[in-house]
């Protein structure tokens, strides 16, 4: 099994592992600790041996962090957890909604004298703690670079991964290795840079076309890397994990142990690119005056896909797609209040283990019925699994990680007969993604300039949802991939090659849930008729084929141009995936996929 349904919270043992904490920070002098849901390489998803977040508060959501201090302990959560920390911590923790609350305004409320506050400087980025100290200027509030004081009470913390790593080929990654870091490293030379840190693995594994398995869902191996203006790397990696180095990066990789990294660091000469945005504190510190400012120059190469990214996360897609339409066929023929939320989780991974181009699945499946559905990164435990009941909504948001491609899809799923609150929500949130997929955009425009664009429908209802419209996907890499994202908090140009999802949602706390989601490709627009020619223009390309849910949707209430494009995408469903799947599932397709 992928996925395991044992929960991973800790709420009992919140209590006692927080006085525990509290002892700790009496013994160093300090008035508080910072506890981030971070690891060192400053990703969403960590190894067990990171997960103190978890361990501390019991609070499992993706992004967050706890500020422990003497007398208060905040767990600060941002709008897609406000529900699911209430569930999850113990009440010796206070949630605190992020970042409408900023950290440096909560301490400064916390501690009006001033005080000590801890940190690890390998679990906070540069960025962060810039802006913190500046944040808290004249507050008395000291920011102080510690051990880590949850690893000295955590006495049974897993060992850290040490998976092997392997090459990824070339048929998929569509570009050597060494013709990235020649291509990449120039950039450096141009720049002035004599060298770049690079501390996201999946830089790493992007630039030298290896794939890992060191944290659950993600193809990465835990590394850090030097790249040099010349186009050599080295990296910094446990050598157990990449033996014999593969013969392509022999030629220009030189492998090192991790524990030579800060060294090596101090060692190196001339600017050194750092982006204050992922690199650990203690890098940063490390290199001094050395450092120059900048975003990893992997970020960009990684976001634009090359066609043969394209073509194979296509073609993921629609194997994935038959994965699905098999367990929605599956589904359609369960009895209301005879299937769990377990049961429809178990039968889809079942379902895509049938591809052996399937390595993990991409995120642990959301799949969440009635109230579950409204917790928006819901994730079924033994101690909540629902059963699916008549009227109620089901949310199931999965996908694979595929050889060839990383896919992410949500289908919102009547069961038995919804109710008409439940349908007109629907139908808002299907406009919105309708909208997003058929718009048309000027070049240069970035997430936050048309990420209204999908919700427009429900804010006619004077309705919204806590998350952003879409994310940034991987190539056989992270299902969260930044820069680019559909958010208002986005900056970042769109541009050709670049993979997001599309994905609007409504929530009804204690009753509901909603979202649907296809993946999306961003292309150069084919010119229209009445194309201003000095103008340059990008659309979407979908990536994402499986039925939508017509017996959700009001069709009086969607237009011409709606049912149009919905009617156009449950053709392409149709013919792209009836080949794909079992006789069974096919007669289901042809019904779901009729004309509205």
Not at 50 to 62: I, K, Y
Not at 380 to 386: G, I, R
Not at 554 to 569: I, P, Q
Request: aromatic share 6%; with cysteine; net charge negative.
């Amino acid at each position: 099994m992928f996925q395991s349904f044992d929960t991973v919270s800790h709420t009992s043992d919140g209590p006692q592992r927080l006085e525990d904490l509290r002892a700790a920070l009496r013994d160093q002098g300090f008035d508080g600790f910072l506890v981030p849901r971070s690891d060192a390489h400053q990703g969403e998803y960590v190894a067990p041996r990171d997960e103190r977040l978890a361990w501390l508060t019991g609070f499992t959501g993706s992004a967050g962090f706890c500020a422990a201090l003497l007398e208060v302990a905040g767990v600060f959560i941002d709008g897609r957890y406000r529900t699911q920390v209430k569930q999850e911590v113990a009440d010796v923790f206070t949630p605190v909604p992020w970042p409408d609350v900023t950290l440096a305004a909560w301490l400064r409320e916390q501690l009006p004298q001033g005080g000590k506050v801890g940190y690890d400087a390998w679990l906070h980025s540069l960025g962060q703690i810039k802006q913190l100290e500046a944040d808290l200027k004249g507050s008395g509030i000291e920011m102080v670079r510690s051990d880590n004081l949850v690893d000295a009470i955590w006495h049974d913390q897993p060992e850290a991964p040490a998976n092997p790593a392997i090459a990824h080929p070339i048929e998929f990654a569509g570009e050597a290795a060494i013709d990235k870091a020649q291509r990449l490293g120039a950039e450096l030379r141009k720049n002035h840079h004599d060298s770049a840190v690079l501390t996201l693995p999946d830089s790493v594994m992007w630039l030298l076309n290896i794939r890992g398995s060191d944290v659950a869902h993600n193809p990465i191996a835990q590394c850090f890397a030097l790249l040099h203006q010349n186009g050599r790397v080295s990296l910094y990696m446990d050598a157990t994990k990449l033996t014999p180095l593969p013969a392509e990066l022999a030629e220009f990789v030189t492998l090192h142990a991790p524990a030579d990294f800060l060294d090596h660091l101090a060692a190196l000469e001339g600017s050194v690119l750092v982006d204050a945005a992922s690199v650990p504190q203690i890098v940063a510190d490390q290199l001094g005056e050395r450092c120059s400012l900048g975003d990893d120059p992997c970020l960009l190469p990684k976001a634009c896909k090359n066609p043969a990214e394209v073509a194979g996360s296509a073609a993921a897609h629609l194997r994935d797609g038959a994965a699905v339409v098999e367990l929605l066929a599956w589904l359609d023929a369960q009895a209301p209040g005879s299937t769990s939320e377990i049961d429809v989780v178990t039968r889809l991974e079942e379902l895509r283990r049938r591809d052996p181009q399937l390595r993990e699945i991409s995120f642990d499946t959301i799949s969440g019925t009635g109230p579950n559905g409204a917790i928006i990164h819901y994730r079924v435990s033994e101690q909540s699994n629902a059963i699916l009941q008549d009227g109620h909504l089901l949310v199931l948001d999965s996908g694979g990680q595929y050889l060839d491609g990383t896919t992410d899809i949500t289908r919102t799923i009547a069961i038995g007969t919804p109710g008409d609150e439940e349908r007109a929500a629907f139908t808002r949130v299907l406009q919105g993604m309708i909208a997003m997929s058929r718009l048309r955009w000027p070049r240069g425009l970035a997430g936050r300039d048309i990420e209204s664009i999908a919700r427009a429908p429900l804010w006619q209802a004077e309705q919204d949802f806590n998350h952003g419209v879409g994310h940034g996907v991987g190539a056989y890499l992270s299902v969260h991939e930044g820069p680019q994202r559909l958010s208002r908090m986005s900056s970042v140009a769109l541009q050709p090659g670049m993979i997001l999802s599309n994905e609007p949602g409504y929530y009804r706390e204690g009753a509901f849930g909603i979202r649907i989601e296809n993946l999306l490709v961003v292309e150069d627009a084919a010119p229209l008729p009445s194309a201003d020619p000095e103008r340059d223009f990008l659309s979407w390309q979908t990536l994402t084929y499986a039925p939508i849910d017509r017996r959700l949707i009001v069709a009086d209430a969607l237009s011409k141009d709606e049912k149009a494009w919905l009617n156009m995408y449950h053709f392409d469903v149709a013919e792209k995936l009836s080949p794909l799947v079992s006789p069974e599932a096919r007669d289901w397709l042809t019904s779901a996929t009729q004309e509205i």
